[in-house]
């Protein structure tokens, strides 16, 4: 077994991706992003970084700006960039500094009033450069949408390619990937601490089921649950102390909780069914968790100390992997229907669900931490990839992998 994050040198190809986004939203903003001066000696683009994020969040439509010259201390001219339908002008350079680090600045420009709105600079490592181009998209994402922006955030997900699985640390668009941890036998199930530092998964090394919790950034690891039978379905309390875990120590699959630091579990459910997959609400108050104790899977919600467990989940009838918006609002979650396995989203307060995707292999649906966006794994003419979806299904971006089997994404939670 082998900790690996930060060796960039061991990345494969298959961690390289490539983003391409689909569908057309009702009301996008549209914005031009200008060729940053310098960029092209760069060994990143940045003003296509910026533009990807901002597309890929269904919010933004791109203006062509090819051609134009300008950067940060420009005072443009906005008649053009208003001809040409923009509401918004981002312009910025990038310069080699004498340590090696590279200089990147940018400005934001409202064209429709003429309005200077702001802008950032950043000295950072080569290594840094796209998270540079990542935080100048969420700058702009927040200033004109209002709300904070998840392009500088994290996803966790793993690959399986020939009989060595990978568990991925990359930036949200999949790119800049990290190995935390290599192993001859499958990883699944990752999940982020809220305070993102930590990622809990379940690993078969022993050759049986067993949780570790893994620290992100020294790839130091403890063993949390490792009892009889099988340990799975890690969930992390909102406040980071208590994981819900699956465990089968005592029979059948039941929900337990357990220190984050290991110890002893407390049982939660006692059914004759299958108890699993369990979630935190977003308060700490509730528990959702898959149970098949009516027959078939279904979604129920209990108190998280336990208690009387409440159905969610009618129409369908086999519903599992559910995940909730930050806000508590929506619940995702993967339905069988006609033999196909589709992303549905609810609207818990309503109870209205929504089929959002036309593929049919869909799986581990995760929250963005603006809650305006969902990864999930699923396979696209015959391979696994990761997708990206709007909340309503209009607006998909495919992050397309190399190579091997992608799947089990987390979606980590805003950098402290």
Not at 50 to 74: K, M, P, W
Not at 272 to 278: H, K, M, N, R, W
């Amino acid at each position: 077994m082998v900790g690996l994050l930060g060796a960039a040198a061991v990345m494969p190809a298959l961690a390289q991706f490539r983003v391409e986004v689909t569908g057309v939203g009702l009301t996008q903003l549209p914005i031009a992003i200008a060729p940053f001066r310098g960029e092209a000696q760069a060994p990143q683009k940045i003003a296509a970084i910026v533009q990807a994020d901002l597309e890929r969040s269904g919010q933004f439509r791109a203006i062509d700006s090819a051609g134009a010259a300008l950067d940060e201390t420009s005072r443009p001219d906005v008649t053009p960039w208003r001809q040409k339908g923009a509401d918004s002008l981002a312009v910025g350079s990038v310069a080699r500094l004498a340590d090696g680090r590279y200089d990147v600045r940018f400005r934001l420009w409202d064209v429709v009033r003429g309005q200077d709105l702001g802008g950032q600079s950043y000295a950072v490592t080569t290594a840094d450069l796209r998270l540079a181009a990542h935080r100048i998209a969420d700058f702009i994402y927040e200033k004109l949408t209002g709300e904070k922006g998840v392009f500088s955030t994290r996803i966790a997900y793993v690959t399986k390619a020939a009989n060595r699985y990978n568990l991925w640390v990359a930036d949200s668009d999949g790119e800049n990937a990290q190995s935390a941890l290599a192993s001859g036998e499958p990883i699944i199930s990752p999940a982020w601490s809220a305070n993102g530092a930590q990622l809990a998964y379940v690993s078969f090394e022993s050759r049986k089921p067993v949780v570790y919790v893994h620290e992100v950034a020294s790839g130091k690891r403890r063993l949390i649950a490792n009892f009889r039978g099988s340990n799975s379905a890690p969930a992390w309390s909102p406040d980071g102390r208590t994981l819900a875990v699956t465990l089968s120590r005592d029979g059948g699959s039941q929900l337990y909780t357990i220190d984050a630091n290991g110890g002893e579990p407390r049982r939660l459910t006692q059914s004759a069914g299958i108890d699993t997959e369990p979630l935190y609400s977003p308060d700490g108050r509730s528990i959702f968790f898959v149970s098949d104790r009516g027959g078939a899977p279904q979604i129920y919600r209990m108190p998280a100390g336990g208690g009387n467990p409440e159905r969610v989940t009618f129409t369908g009838g086999y519903n599992i992997s559910p995940t909730l918006s930050p806000d508590g609002r929506w619940l995702a979650y993967i339905s069988r229907i006609s033999g196909a396995f589709k992303l549905q989203v609810m609207e818990l307060g309503s109870g209205t669900v929504t089929s959002i995707t036309d593929t049919s292999a869909d799986e581990s649906p995760s929250f963005a931490p603006n809650g305006r966006l969902i990864v999930y794994a699923t396979r696209q003419n015959g391979r696994e990839a990761l997708m990206t979806t709007t909340l309503d299904g209009k607006i998909k971006a495919r992050l397309a992998g190399q190579g091997g089997d992608i799947r089990e994404p987390d979606w980590g939670p805003f950098q402290k």
